[in-house]
T-cell receptor, first 114, second 115 residues
């Protein structure tokens, strides 16, 4: 069956360090993968999208990699700040007749300590 | 980024009543939108896909007669939870697909509590 796993339920790091979050999937052929940030009691906020034919994307302090052979995406936040503390969700989109439909991982709760 | 609003942000109702949740895109028009639900400490689960002017497509296991979706216009969609029961208590979130992209913009969510 199809499965998306974000390997850590929670991740605690010190301010200034790089946070690395992992998203693994099985039995999917995603056309693209997205990362979202969700704060408590709020809807997800889009961060980055990476397509199946792309290896890496960057946006300011954020970097995402996508390895379709390993079926894994890594999400990095460099020079982390306490304000980065939130739940981070990965989501897969398969395109085709399911265009637009996203399947989400369970999320990783990131806490950045001052 | 695009702005999506939801109303109400919180609602508490008695078992057996119906609740309507509105989702509006404030600064763009979208032909496709999605409704999700999220249980505490769980991920978002897609409930249905809605195209303006067409009937919604529901995911497996989601009762279409219980969760009525009306995509009335390019900027407004409503989800009505009919005859709500305590197990329907959840966080309901809508999202709009930005036309020509794969990016979705999510509303702030509606917390439904059924007593």
């Amino acid at each position: 069956s199809q499965k998306i796993e974000q390997n850590s339920e929670a991740l605690n790091i010190q301010e200034g360090k790089t946070a690395t979050l992992t998203c693994n999937y099985t039995n999917y052929s995603p056309a693209y993968l997205q990362w979202y940030r969700q704060d408590p009691g709020r809807g997800p906020v889009f961060l980055l999208l990476i397509r199946e034919n792309e290896k890496e994307k960057r946006k300011e302090r954020l970097k995402v990699t996508f390895d379709t052979t390993l079926k894994q995406s890594l999400f990095h936040i460099t020079a982390s700040q306490p304000a980065d503390s939130a739940t981070y969700l990965c989501a897969l989109g398969t395109g085709g007749t399911s265009y637009g439909k996203l399947t989400f991982g369970q999320g990783t709760i990131l806490t950045v300590h001052p | 980024g695009a702005v999506v609003s939801q109303h109400p942000s919180r609602v508490i109702c008695k078992s057996g009543t119906s609740v309507k949740i509105e989702c509006r895109s404030l600064d763009f028009q979208a032909t496709t939108m999605f409704w999700y639900r999220q249980f505490p400490k769980k991920s978002l689960m897609l409930m249905a896909t809605s195209n303006e002017g067409s009937k919604a497509t529901y995911e497996q296991g989601v009762e279409k007669d219980k969760f009525l979706i009306n995509h009335a216009s390019l900027t407004l969609s409503t989800l009505t939870v009919t005859s709500a029961h305590p197990e329907d208590s959840s966080f309901y979130i809508c999202s709009y697909q930005w036309v020509g992209t794969d990016t979705q913009y999510f509303g702030p969510g509606t917390r439904l509590t059924v007593l």
